[in-house]
């Protein structure tokens, strides 16, 4: 073999690699931060329900914020536990289930009666969203080489600071329904920010494969 063939071996290497990479910060990590917005919806959404949720449950500013404090209780204890499963059974059935999961309790939250309810929900919600964040970061590890992970983790983590600006804009309007259907403002925000994590759960197992060997990344 020559020195021109090895060379265009090379180049034609270095070209599909790029091609497969381009696809990936297209594709995947779009799809990936979509997730990570909603997931971090149902995490703060509680922030923009409080005044009027507090009222409504006859909840103390002790209850509050001992409701908030359960879900990160059980996000910081879930958190190795949840990543140990997506390893076992993959990263596909893994995100979309705990997705599901955070989704509805997320959004049954809206049914909530007493404070009791209400740490309940909270804390599945925790239990649930653990495994996300960490588990998406180890998932990008099987994606992309070291040279491009500090990109594809940027550009992932950007979500954090978008959905808290946008967030607070669009939970205002949410808010705003209070009264429809007769349905509070707080339910509202917890029905329409919940419900969408439940989809994309669902969207989930079909979109995501467990490595790039059971993918289509070539064209």
């Given at each position: 073999?020559?020195?021109?063939?090895?060379?265009h071996?090379?180049?034609?290497?270095?070209?599909?690699?790029?091609?497969v990479?381009?696809?990936?910060f297209?594709?995947?990590?779009?799809?990936?931060?979509?997730?990570?917005?909603?997931?971090?919806?149902?995490?703060?959404?509680?922030?923009?329900?409080?005044?009027?949720?507090?009222?409504d449950?006859?909840?103390?500013?002790?209850?509050?914020?001992?409701?908030?404090?359960?879900?990160?209780?059980t996000?910081?204890?879930c958190?190795?536990?949840?990543n140990?499963?997506?390893?076992?059974?993959g990263?596909?059935?893994?995100?979309a289930?705990?997705?599901?999961?955070?989704?509805?309790?997320?959004t049954?939250?809206?049914f909530?009666?007493?404070?009791?309810?209400?740490?309940?929900?909270?804390?599945?919600?925790?239990?649930?969203?653990?495994?996300?964040l960490p588990?998406?970061?180890?998932?990008?590890t099987w994606?992309?080489?070291?040279?491009?992970?500090?990109?594809?983790?940027?550009?992932?983590?950007?979500?954090?600071?978008?959905?808290?600006?946008?967030?607070?804009?669009?939970?205002?309007?949410?808010?705003?329904?209070d009264?429809?259907?007769?349905?509070?403002?707080w339910?509202?925000?917890?029905?329409?920010e919940?419900?969408?994590?439940?989809?994309?759960?669902?969207?989930?197992?079909?979109?995501?494969?467990?490595?790039?060997?059971?993918?289509?990344?070539?064209?």
């Open positions: 073999m020559t020195t021109s063939t090895l060379q071996n090379d180049n034609k290497a270095v070209e599909v690699e790029n091609r990479i381009k696809k990936l297209r594709r995947l990590i779009t799809f990936l931060f979509v997730l990570f917005v909603f997931s971090f919806l149902d995490r703060i959404n509680i922030g923009f329900a409080g005044l009027t949720m507090g009222k449950l006859g909840l103390t500013s002790t209850m509050f914020g001992l409701a908030a404090t359960l879900f990160y209780v996000y910081v204890l958190g190795i536990p949840s140990i499963m997506l390893a076992k059974v990263a596909r059935r893994w995100i289930g705990i997705m599901v999961v955070w989704g509805i309790a997320s049954c939250t809206m909530a009666t007493s404070p009791h309810t209400l740490y309940i929900l909270r804390m599945l919600v925790g239990i649930a969203e653990a495994g996300f588990g998406i970061l180890v998932y990008l994606w992309f080489p070291a040279y491009h992970r500090a990109r594809a983790n940027a550009l992932f983590m950007i979500a954090m600071p978008v959905t808290m600006m946008l967030g607070s804009i669009l939970s205002g309007y949410i808010l705003a329904l009264g429809l259907w007769n349905l509070k403002g339910q509202w925000l917890f029905l329409l919940g419900l969408p994590s439940v989809v994309l759960g669902v969207v989930t197992w079909f979109f995501l494969n467990d490595t790039p060997d059971k993918a289509k990344l070539a064209g």
